[in-house]
């Protein structure tokens, strides 16, 4: 089972979908070798329905591989993105020192074997959350830190060069005695700066406000934003939009019909609030990634307003953020959404069971959200969950996430590649046809 390390740290990624997350230990993560027998046996799920619309027949793909990467004690990935070489940037919490947490950025390549490994931190609990290469072919990195500055917990945006050789680091925060600041996402904007989103106690009107802080290209603050009332109200994903202004996505216990709600804000490129849309019912829901469409925007996570064992979900808003349709499948969260050269999309979470624990998921829908096919990855038999998957350029998928059952350590970073469904030709004809961003390494 997850310890009690592991259990806080999966609090915040899923504060709204943590249904009673069992404890564990989420800390480190050494320079360790890919771990002997960690390839997953991937069960097929039934054409019986994980969703409101019945799977249209087609086969999942097959796992290729995968990756464990740990110490003796717990290490988790929260974060994953193609880089431009076709290898993966993983971002995570590593308590591989045995003393609290520290940062940990992993670099491999197109196998997943280890490039290199960075970790940043100090004596108190420090982890990254969100990585994304940059147009220099460095990296980007925004997290948390309890170990540097004047606070329990500041937000932490860091920036390195393309062999994880850190260029600078930057906190920003107040002092606060409970959970504090931290940041979420991240995304590079056209003139070379940064927008980040997250959450701040410091320098809020209630409990948590959503936090959005604009950076220019050395990390200083040009500008920042708070948006709440006297509830919980987290930032979870951030895009710079086509317009140049920005959309986050997150929850709001201020707002929206009761519990938490589903909340998406769109600014303009100076933080001024154009408009915000909750989505919701009298129960918990919560929104972990945004995408943009071409019409609009996509976004993936929990629900608890809707039926019994469907808390995965789907949603699609127009370009001013008005819902044009919600689908909910089996499942217990979706922490990650991505484009599919396709034009669908791709969820990542995981799925909780009395019988079998917790396993990754991953569930493969159209552009109208009637899914395709779905995956569960149960590991080697322990507890698996799914934190972020991109479909990769050449049309395949990797997932990333934290297993216990596979590894060394009571919970590792876990790399998972599977096979593309689809032929190499149609892969190129999407390519040709301008669907896939180089920079992005996902669809437009």
């Known amino acids: 089972m997850l310890t009690k390390h592991s259990f806080l740290l999966l609090l915040l990624i899923f504060q709204l979908a943590s249904a009673s997350l069992a404890a564990g230990d989420l800390g480190g993560m050494a320079d360790a070798p890919d771990a002997a027998g960690s390839h997953t046996d991937a069960e097929l799920a039934g054409a019986d329905g994980l969703s409101d619309a019945q799977p249209v027949g087609v086969s999942p793909p097959e ?12 290490d988790g990935a929260w974060c994953l993105q193609e880089t431009d070489d076709g290898g993966f940037i993983l971002a995570g ?35 990254g959350y969100f990585a994304k290469q940059t147009s220099d072919g460095g990296f980007i990195v925004t997290g948390s830190t309890g170990s540097f500055g004047m606070g329990a917990e500041l ?6 060069d393309g062999n994880g050789s850190l260029l600078w680091d930057r906190t920003f925060g107040g002092f606060v005695s409970s959970s504090g600041d931290g940041g979420w996402s991240v995304d590079e904007t056209g003139d070379g700066g940064y927008i ?25 603050l040009l500008w920042e934003k708070t948006f709440g009332g006297q509830g919980d109200d987290v ?12 959309i986050v996505a997150g929850r709001t216990g201020s707002f929206g ?40 925007f996509a976004l993936s996570g ?20 008005k819902k ?15 484009l599919t050269l396709d034009g669908g999309f791709i969820l990542a979470g995981r799925l909780d069971s009395e019988e079998t624990g917790r396993d990754a998921l991953l569930i493969k829908t159209d552009s109208s959200g009637r899914e395709q096919w779905s995956m569960v990855l149960d590991g080697c038999g322990g507890d698996e969950i799914g934190t972020f998957v991109v479909q990769c350029r050449d049309g395949s998928y990797a997932l990333a996430g934290i297993t216990n059952s596979c590894g060394q350590g009571a919970e590792d970073a876990w790399l998972v590649k599977i096979q593309a469904e689809q032929t190499p030709q149609l892969v190129a004809e999407a390519a040709e046809n301008g669907v896939w961003s180089e920079t992005e390494g996902s669809p437009e």
Do not use: P
């Not at 989103?197 to 802080?213: E, M, V």
């Open 63 to 74: 796992e290729d591989w995968n990756r464990t990467f740990g110490g003796n004690y717990g």
């Open 93 to 127: 919490n590593t308590a591989s020192r045995g003393e609290g947490s520290d940062l940990l950025l992993l670099r491999t390549d197109g196998n997943g074997s280890v490039v290199w490994s960075r970790t940043w931190g100090g004596s108190g609990e420090d982890a």
């Open 155 to 160: 937000l932490w945006l860091l920036k390195t």
């Open 196 to 220: 980040v989103a997250g959450y701040t106690q410091s320098l809020s009107s209630g409990r948590k406000d959503l936090w959005l802080l604009r950076m220019d290209g050395n990390g200083s």
């Open 235 to 246: 930032g979870m994903s951030v895009l710079e939009s086509r317009d140049g202004g920005f």
């Open 257 to 296: 019909r009761g519990g938490d709600d589903m909340w998406l804000l769109k600014t303009d490129f100076q933080g001024v609030e154009i408009w915000n849309e909750t989505i919701g019912g009298k129960q918990d829901d919560a929104a972990f990634q945004v995408v943009e469409t071409e019409d609009g």
């Open 302 to 321: 929990r629900t608890e307003s809707g039926s019994e064992g469907r808390r995965v979900a789907l949603v699609r808003v127009n370009g001013e953020g």
């Open 324 to 338: 044009m349709w919600q689908k909910e499948y089996e499942g217990s969260s979706a922490a990650s959404l991505a």
